[in-house]
């Protein structure tokens, strides 16, 4: 339904409301003036029955025949226009001026009006007659004889209709000039009213322009009041500045729009009705995608891992970061990052940004080739120097130099031979050519099985092992050989940074579905700033550490963050240098 205008609005409002007082003072006007005209009669009234009343008591025309008492009523009932009854005090009706009616009438004694003459010496009561049928004023008057005598009451009645009919006709004048005044403080109102709004029209055209995009059109001045120009000159600046805001935002938005066109990653914004309201050129270009944005993420995400990652984020409102392969025109390995947004709580809709990473997977695949050719290359030369060794050994030669030589080489040679075998490891890990063979484990059959492989080095270190396990603990769901591996690192770690003489804490913990051990050493610790850097490969903390620690490449840390990984575990660790360190390892419970 259509609203009317803010004039029209105002003028109703307005008639409206003088109306409503011109009705209010008619009736008023009305109601007062029947209410003093009763009273005038009933003033009169009081006059004529009082002069009755002493001219029957002065003549004593009770004592006489009737017809002087009914004369005397008849020429009173025509000079005041009205019926005059004369009732005893028992309500009996003695006399009435009109004669036929008597012999018909009720006892009176009941009647309003005599009960308050009764008591108030006149009285008066207005009610409908059922006798002459019209509405009537009735007023009574006492007449007080000597105390031996009966009181006997003048009752007049006058009807109203003729007082009606002149109110009315009282009510239709003013009525009319009512009329008459209220179509003329309309027509005021009206001019006033357009006179006032004209203003706030041109407010409101101004208003018009700036939803409909246009933005720091002026309002012309208008001379009216203070408020009004006031307003009118806050506009103006308010639109001026709005428009210096949207040229500002438009400005944002090109560079936004143009960052995100240039961006080498591909970026899709898809809404909480999984519409995409964004794409960019590098995710059409992986996606093998032409067409405008507006359209079910299904119908653009062809690829089915992509698929379900997205519907996961959808499902469980969480980020989500998968590595997967795209089959367009090419093969393409890519990053997909998923993120929900969520605003106060609300969910809005996720963003997808896919990165192509198949120049890095071709140079880290092409690293790991390397590694590993190298590593076979270098093995055959290790394996022959070794057996050389061995050989010399077997020689009959006494020279302190020569045994000095070979055990150097020796030495060296398990140096050599240990990295070569850790860069495979590593380099299958990487590649995803190792298998893992995920099964219901025991903590503590892996933590005794590393501590007894271990037993040599703790001795030779005298260190002292606490080994806190319940014996209780729920299974984990890893690969029992990778998990030891994994530990005996850790623990190898633990002793060789370890002063002799020091000890090793082994504790658990459940949190959530998962098994946390942790491996607390009291040895020379490590600073804050180096702890991120331990997983890396080839980094080695110090040369204090790299004294301790004079087999070490930087490599088993970072197998053991892989392996970890592989089984969907986590590693963390916490350290301050000269107090030792605490290396946690975050398992998965088995659920049945």
Not at 11 to 19: E, H, P, R
Not at 233 to 260: G, H, P, Q
Not at 296 to 307: G, H, P, T, V
Request: charged residues 25%; hydrophobic residues 40%.
């Amino acid at each position: 339904m259509r609203k009317l205008k803010l004039r029209w609005q105002v003028f109703i409002a307005t008639s409206v409301i003088l109306v409503i007082l011109i009705i209010i003072i008619s009736t008023t006007v009305s109601t007062n003036f029947r209410k003093n005209y009763i009273n005038s009669l009933i003033d009169n009234l009081d006059q004529n029955t009082f002069l009755m009343g002493e001219i029957i008591k002065a003549e004593n025309l009770l004592e006489k025949e009737q017809d002087p008492v009914d004369k005397i009523i008849d020429n009173f009932s025509k000079e005041t226009d009205s019926r005059i009854t004369l009732i005893k005090l028992d309500g009996t009706v003695l006399s009435e001026s009109s004669l036929d009616a008597v012999v018909e009438m009720d006892n009176h004694i009941n009647r309003p009006e005599i009960k308050e003459a009764i008591s108030n010496k006149a009285g008066y009561s207005i009610r409908y007659s059922t006798t002459v049928k019209s509405e009537m004023l009735y007023y009574a008057y006492r007449i007080d004889y000597d105390s031996t005598e009966p009181m006997l009451f003048i009752r007049a009645a006058i009807p109203l209709n003729e007082i009606d009919l002149i109110i009315r006709t009282q009510v239709l004048s003013i009525f009319w000039y009512a009329l008459i005044t209220v179509v003329i403080l309309l027509i005021i109102n009206s001019l006033i009213i357009g006179k006032l709004l004209e203003p706030l029209e041109l407010i409101k055209q101004g208003f018009r322009n700036l939803s409909d995009g246009h933005y720091g059109l002026q309002i012309t001045q208008v001379k009216s009041n203070e408020e009004i120009e006031s307003m009118t000159t806050s506009f103006n600046s308010m639109s001026s500045k709005l428009e210096k805001s949207m040229d500002a935002v438009k400005r944002k938005e090109l560079e936004l729009n143009t960052l995100i066109e240039l961006m080498n990653s591909g970026l899709l914004f898809i809404d909480q009705d999984e519409k995409v309201v964004l794409i960019n050129r590098k995710a059409k270009e992986l996606l093998g995608y032409s067409g405008s944005e507006d359209i079910k993420y299904q119908s653009i995400a062809r690829s089915s891992e992509l698929l379900e990652a997205i519907e996961r984020a959808f499902r469980k409102r969480q980020s989500i970061s998968k590595e997967l392969r795209l089959k367009m025109n090419s093969v393409k390995s890519v990053k997909a990052s998923i993120t929900p947004i969520l605003i106060d709580g609300i969910f809005n809709g996720i963003i997808v940004l896919i990165t192509d990473i198949t120049d890095l997977k071709e140079a880290v695949q092409a690293r790991q080739d390397l590694i590993t050719n190298i590593s076979h290359e270098l093995r055959t030369p290790v394996t022959s120097i070794t057996g050389c060794i061995e050989t010399i050994r077997d020689m009959d030669d006494d020279d302190p130099a020569i045994k000095e030589f070979l055990d150097i080489i020796e030495n060296e040679s398990r140096r050599l031979s240990k990295l070569i075998n850790d860069l495979l490891e590593l380099a299958r890990i990487e590649s995803g050519r190792l298998s893992i063979d995920l099964r219901p484990v025991s903590i503590n059959s892996v933590i005794d099985n590393s501590l007894n492989v271990l037993q040599k080095s703790i001795k030779s270190k005298n260190i002292s092992v606490y080994n806190n396990l319940a014996s209780d603990l729920p299974k984990i769901y890893v690969d029992e050989v990778r998990t030891e591996q994994v530990v005996i690192n850790i623990l190898t770690n633990a002793i060789k940074y370890s002063n002799n003489g020091g000890s090793i804490t082994i504790d658990s913990l459940i949190q959530e579905d998962c098994l946390i051990v942790k491996f607390k050493d009291k040895g020379i610790g490590i600073s804050d700033d180096k702890i991120t850097r331990l997983t890396e490969q080839f980094y080695r903390v110090d040369q204090s550490r790299s004294k301790l620690n004079a087999d070490g490449y930087g490599l088993g840390l970072a197998i053991v963050n892989n392996l970890l990984k592989l089984q969907n575990g986590e590693l963390a660790i916490q350290s301050k240098s000269g107090q030792g360190t605490i290396v946690s390892i975050a398992l998965p419970i088995f659920n049945e």
